[in-house]
């Protein structure tokens, strides 16, 4: 029975809404139609309905691109410019969904697409102008355009309406949009969507945003762990699926091992640590924090040890030589409140600090003016 009321459906009829649509005189009014009664129309009636659509949005789009360049003041220009970027919006959108409703099958279950050639070299520039759009929104600060407009253009990319045309499928410039379409989307607050596009920059090849997106998904799902969207499991899951894809990155280990921590799963993030150690001795964020996790463990030995390679591979990582210094002082109060030889490593201490200092002498970072100030006093 469900299945006869489905085809039923799917061959619907409305010759009267599509009329209406193609007669309507303003955009806003055809789109209200096609809000209501789309569903009741036959894949070829809304076809041709957004078909028409997609002529009056580009229409639109130009009329106020037009009236912006004329405009007598800001408040008029701004006005203008956002109804010409959500044209251009309309246009993408309409001419993807006349695409879908083209390549419906018929009541004789014949599929005969009419205007995706046509649609897909008209609507290329209302691609361009939503790149434009974007930029002007999120200058402006307005996020949630911004991600709109990005947005509606990284899912644009790989939609069927443009799989014949090359000029959308090899775009150059995909992976730097989509990276912009993921930060529009996060300072939006669309974390998802902002995780979304920033796949889409990553995937694309792009070696100039790839980082910056990667960093992008990280943020989104410590926002909705913060947020309460999410739990710290799923957070574990989602960053191991991250480190997993990218594991020479060191900002996704860090944030893989700061998680599995903060989270209670300390052993696991041992068990990480020490296998990326048997790879590598000497890699620079697995000893760093190994040393960092034997120093609140008051393991001053192991915490040198593992702080003096980092050092070794990256010799100017000043906070690396603050903790180094700050081991060597504790150790040398340990030895000296157990009446134990201790002045040697002071020195060492002393040394390393005056090098912190001599990197942030304005103290933006590392306060060492007074522990210098106290330290031969000990």
Known sequence: MLAVVATSASFAQNPDALKAVLKAEKRSEANNIMKEQAATMSGEERAKAYNHLVGMSIEDNSKEQAKAITAKTPEDKDNRTTKQYKAAYDAVKNAQLCNEADNEPNEKGQVKPQFKKKNASRVQAMRNDLVNGGL?????????????????????????????????????????????????????KSYKKADKYANYAIESGDAEVKAD??????????????????????????VKQVYKAHPDNDLVFGKYIGVLTDNGKKEEADKVLSKRLQENPNDVMANAYVAQNAQEAGEYDKAIDSYSKVLIAQPDFTAVKYNLATCYRNKALDLKNNNQPYKELLQKAKAIFQEVQTA???????????ILSTIDEL
Request: glycine share 4%; charged share 30%.
């Open 136 to 188: 002007w929104a999120y200058n402006k600060k307005d996020f949630a355009n911004a991600e709109k407009w990005f947005g509606m253009y990284a899912e644009s990319h790989s939609n069927d309406l443009f799989s014949d045309t090359k000029e959308v499928t090899e775009e150059k410039n995909f992976g730097q949009v989509a990276y912009y379409a993921a930060l529009a989307a996060f300072m939006n």
């Open 213 to 238: 997106a990667i960093k992008i998904q990280l943020n989104s799902y410590q926002a909705r762990k913060d947020s309460g969207e999410i739990d710290g499991e799923y957070l574990i899951k989602k």
């Open 360 to 370: 942030d002498p304005d103290e933006q970072n590392f306060k060492t003016k007074y």
